[in-house]
């Protein structure tokens, strides 16, 4: 539906040339929903508006529905872009229309009858929840009502892609579930394909299938979200995960650990489950083959896209041969294991 080749973007800043986009390429898929995350300033609002050539790359192709967007004069491309909606941080509404009259803008525009444009806007508003709220005006909405005014104003000119620009960052924590909630619906119910950029990891949690991790204008890591999640490639990923996936080693264990083994200690040990193999007794069976006692230190179960995906840390004890077999026991399964660490004996004793 969507493939980016060799995009650059240079701006001419104050200061001289900004390089905000370096080399991107990537590929969506129609029905899809694409994260990009980065941290502020990785490009990703540069990366969303060449999409729409809201902003025009220095360099590189950029494709939507076969249409090379970047060779489309203004007039084709602004017929372009009835076919790719938008959202925004700051939902960016007409405070002097209604709910309906901002929904029906777009129409408006493209010259479609008042009547007409009614026909068209009332299954939008149920479909957002505000059927209730036709003739409110902004100033009247909360900010989740607002976003839902502004995703019913993307989808007026039935478009083929939504691009989200940080849709729900000026959201608090319930209404941002609420919107990504509606979201997915969307995507769903319509087949609508979805681009969105983020700076939280939840966000990409919550409802993309694919991301793409940006940096300094690059793209540092792309793929499913559950691969990312559980096997991320580089250090951006890694970070970003930290703050939704918690296995993190405790501070007081952390303090022990010491990257040598130790004469007549344990080995710390991180399991990772995906998928199936959640459901597998792993400890159990480790205990009934090997001559070792497994201390399970924390450990805990979610899911990813209705996959269960869990870690357990555990400080493995035993007679030196017999850890080691039951390491290469578990280093065997379909399982991902990372030794974290030794430490002495009953040095430490989870609280
Ligand atoms: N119009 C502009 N002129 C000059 N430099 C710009 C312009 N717009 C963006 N930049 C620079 O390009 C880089 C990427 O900016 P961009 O807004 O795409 O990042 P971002 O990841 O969306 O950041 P944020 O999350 O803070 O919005 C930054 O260094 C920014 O300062």
Same mark, same amino acid.
């Given at each position: 539906m969507i493939t980016?080749?060799?995009?650059?973007?240079?701006?001419?800043?104050?200061?001289?040339?900004?390089?905000?986009?370096? /080399?991107?390429?990537?590929?969506?898929?129609?029905?899809?929903?694409?994260?990009?995350?980065?941290?502020?300033?990785?490009?990703?609002?540069?990366?969303?508006?060449?999409?729409?050539? %809201?902003?025009? &790359?220095?360099?590189?192709?950029?494709i939507v529905d076969g249409q090379d967007?970047?060779?489309?004069?203004?007039?084709?491309?602004?017929?372009a872009?009835?076919?790719?909606?938008?959202?925004?941080?700051?939902?960016?509404?007409?405070?002097?229309?209604?709910?309906?009259?901002?929904?029906?803008?777009?129409?408006?525009?493209?010259?479609?009858?008042?009547?007409?444009?009614?026909?068209?806007?009332? &299954?939008?508003?149920?479909?957002?929840?505000?059927?209730?709220?036709?003739?409110?005006?902004?100033?009247?909405?909360?900010?989740?009502?607002?976003?839902?005014?502004?995703?019913?104003?993307?989808?007026?000119?039935?478009?083929?892609?939504?691009?989200?620009?940080?849709?729900?960052?000026?959201?608090?924590?319930?209404?941002?579930?609420?919107?990504?909630?509606?979201?997915?619906?969307?995507?769903?119910?319509?087949?609508?394909?979805?681009? %969105?950029?983020?700076?939280?990891?939840?966000?990409?949690?919550?409802?993309?299938?694919?991301?793409?991790?940006?940096?300094?204008?690059?793209?540092?890591?792309?793929?499913?979200?559950?691969?990312?999640?559980?096997?991320?490639?580089?250090?951006?990923?890694?970070?970003?995960?930290?703050?939704?996936?918690?296995?993190?080693?405790?501070?007081? %264990?952390?303090?022990?650990?010491?990257?040598?083994?130790?004469?007549?200690?344990?080995?710390?040990?991180?399991?990772?489950?995906?998928?199936?193999?959640? /459901?597998?007794?792993?400890?159990?069976?480790?205990?009934?083959?090997?001559?070792?006692?497994?201390?399970?230190?924390?450990?805990?179960?979610?899911?990813?896209?209705?996959? &269960?995906?869990?870690?357990?840390?555990?400080?493995?004890?035993?007679?030196?041969?017999?850890?080691?077999?039951?390491?290469?026991?578990?280093?065997?399964?379909?399982?991902?294991?990372?030794?974290?660490?030794?430490?002495?004996?009953?040095?430490?004793?989870?609280?």
């Amino acid at each position: 539906m969507i493939t980016l080749t060799g995009l650059q973007k240079i701006y001419q800043g104050e200061a001289g040339p900004v390089e905000a986009l370096d /080399n991107v390429s990537l590929t969506i898929e129609q029905g899809e929903i694409y994260g990009i995350i980065g941290k502020s300033g990785a490009g990703k609002s540069t990366l969303i508006r060449c999409i729409n050539l %809201l902003e025009r &790359p220095t360099a590189g192709k950029v494709i939507v529905d076969g249409q090379d967007m970047t060779a489309l004069s203004e007039t084709q491309l602004r017929e372009a872009r009835k076919s790719i909606g938008m959202i925004f941080q700051h939902f960016n509404l007409l405070s002097s229309r209604t709910v309906l009259e901002n929904i029906a803008f777009p129409l408006e525009l493209g010259g479609i009858s008042r009547a007409e444009r009614e026909k068209l806007v009332l &299954p939008l508003l149920d479909l957002v929840g505000l059927a209730d709220k036709k003739d409110v005006y902004p100033a009247q909405l909360s900010g989740g009502q607002k976003q839902r005014v502004g995703i019913a104003r993307a989808l007026a000119s039935q478009p083929k892609v939504l691009l989200c620009d940080e849709a729900t960052s000026a959201l608090d924590p319930q209404t941002t579930e609420s919107i990504l909630a509606l979201l997915k619906d969307i995507n769903r119910k319509l087949g609508l394909t979805i681009v %969105l950029i983020t700076h939280e990891m939840h966000v990409i949690k919550a409802i993309c299938d694919q991301v793409a991790v940006i940096e300094g204008g690059q793209l540092v890591e792309t793929g499913k979200v559950f691969d990312v999640f559980t096997r991320p490639q580089s250090d951006t990923a890694r970070e970003f995960i930290k703050a939704v996936i918690n296995n993190k080693v405790p501070e007081a %264990l952390s303090r022990l650990l010491s990257e040598e083994p130790v004469a007549g200690g344990n080995v710390v040990v991180r399991l990772s489950f995906f998928g199936a193999a959640t /459901n597998e007794p792993v400890i159990a069976g480790l205990i009934r083959r090997f001559a070792v006692d497994a201390n399970i230190i924390s450990g805990n179960i979610d899911h990813l896209q209705d996959t &269960p995906y869990g870690t357990l840390l555990i400080e493995l004890s035993g007679e030196p041969e017999d850890v080691k077999n039951a390491l290469k026991y578990l280093q065997a399964r379909d399982l991902g294991t990372e030794v974290i660490g030794y430490v002495a004996r009953h040095a430490y004793v989870a609280g």
